[in-house]
């Protein structure tokens, strides 16, 4: 309560403690506007004809204060001019009551107050729990979305995660006329792998060719693991008749993991690469399916090749 006469702060305040409300007193505004900084009251009774500073300041200061522009004001005031009342609600007070008070009068606009804030407190509390709410859906559902689209094992996009992103980056490739790549990788004798080794290393082979072929090419391009020992990387940018630089890269590297790691396994892949050209109307499917094919023809070269070497060494 802020008013400069000390007879009717005690009698409002005798009158709203017998209810059950804690009361704060100040005699003019400056101390008003201190003591609501530093503890905001739920509710400030406020007079307007007070010296040095009146009720209309002292409201215009607590509703520039990011601390104090929420708190419901009543004015109290023995100006009782249409003028004066407007002034007030223009300020941003939310009632007024013109002295001599009535009791019951004053009890009840109290009460009125108090519970709109309540009322107001307890909305921004359910849209925050709203808020909160959605934006734990929106997360579960990216995680959703992002296990629905990678793969376990290796952390990769599995085939559903190649061909949403793929086919995506593919139709902006034909449009803006760039020519994209694609590569079919499959690791060789994984199954001798597990059935010598057993199948936990055969897992540690899939992630090790993994993390060669994630860190072989850019962020931008699309690495994933379409089947067990099946990958696919989709180039979206990339100069024409280059699939041989890619092919040569992948495989530095992994001759690269295999000196730099003496394991019981050494890894090796067959690789196919085909190019996209501008004036070819062929889909994402197609060119997978070429890719496929390149690679078989790619392990079969390097069976014939290690056959060779077999014959030559049993002479």
Request: glycine share 6%; with cysteine.
């Amino acid at each position: 309560m802020v008013d400069d006469t000390p007879d009717n702060l005690r009698l409002l305040a005798k009158m709203l403690e017998l209810q059950g409300y804690t009361i704060r007193k100040s005699l003019n505004g400056r101390m008003a506007l201190q003591a609501a900084e530093r503890h905001p009251p739920d509710l400030i009774l406020l007079d307007i004809n007070m010296p040095e500073m009146n009720g209309y300041e002292v409201c215009q200061q607590l509703k520039a204060s990011k601390i104090t522009e929420k708190i419901p004001i009543i004015f109290i005031s023995a100006l009782d001019q249409i003028n004066d009342k407007v002034q007030a609600f223009e300020l941003g007070g939310q009632d007024y009551i013109t002295k001599p008070f009535q009791e019951l009068e004053v009890l009840m606009r109290v009460r009125n107050q108090l519970l709109i804030k309540q009322q107001y407190q307890q909305l921004l509390e359910q849209n925050q729990s709203l808020e909160d709410e959605i934006q734990e859906r929106l997360k579960a559902e990216a995680e959703i979305r992002q296990l629905s689209l990678t793969d376990e094992l290796t952390g990769l996009y599995n085939r559903r995660g190649f061909f949403w992103l793929a086919n995506h980056q593919f139709k902006i490739a034909r449009r803006t006329e760039i020519f994209c790549c694609l590569l079919f990788v499959d690791l060789d004798g994984l199954k001798q792998i597990n059935d010598s080794l057993g199948h936990e290393i055969g897992d540690r082979a899939i992630f090790d060719t993994a993390q060669v072929l994630k860190q072989s090419f850019r962020e931008s391009d699309i690495v994933a693991r379409i089947g067990g020992d099946e990958f696919v990387i989709f180039v979206s940018v990339c100069y024409p008749g280059n699939t041989d630089e890619f092919r040569s890269r992948l495989q530095e590297n992994i001759d690269r993991f295999n000196q730099e790691h003496n394991y019981s396994y050494q890894l090796s892949i067959s690789i196919g690469a085909t190019q996209c050209a501008l004036n070819e109307n062929i889909s994402l499917e197609q060119l997978l399916e070429e890719a496929d094919k390149l690679m078989y023809e790619h392990k079969r070269t390097k069976r014939l090749g290690d056959e060779s070497k077999g014959n030559d060494n049993s002479k």
